[in-house]
């Protein structure tokens, strides 16, 4: 993840969320069309973790790239996990998220499928 220092005009203080640090925090970033991207990153247990939310409608592919551009170095590959249904957590019904592990490189499908 990127040090998060360069989007502090975007960041918030939240009551129950500390204000965070170059790794860590919460943030609302302007989209290009109506509304504002909630953001909280967090990078700890072997893990970087992006959540985006929206009020009303799930982030688009447009706003997952923009903060996958503004939150992760260009050279990081960024998942989105679809995990089993016993393990599904839905907190938000219009939040997305991005992780990417610390500790190794996710294997990814060779190049002409993706």
Sequence with gaps: MKDLSHLNEYRIHVPTY???????GAFVIPRKRNGALRVIASSEGGWD???????TQCPTWEDMCRVKELFFEDDETVIQFHPKKSKH??????????????????????????
């Design 49 to 55: 973790h992006v959540s985006v939310s929206l009020p």
């Design 89 to 114: 957590i839905n907190v938000h019904p219009f939040c997305l998220h991005l992780w990417r592990s610390q500790n190794q490189e996710h294997e990814l499908p060779p190049d002409f499928m993706v």
């Design 18 to 24: 500390e204000p965070g640090d170059e790794t860590c």
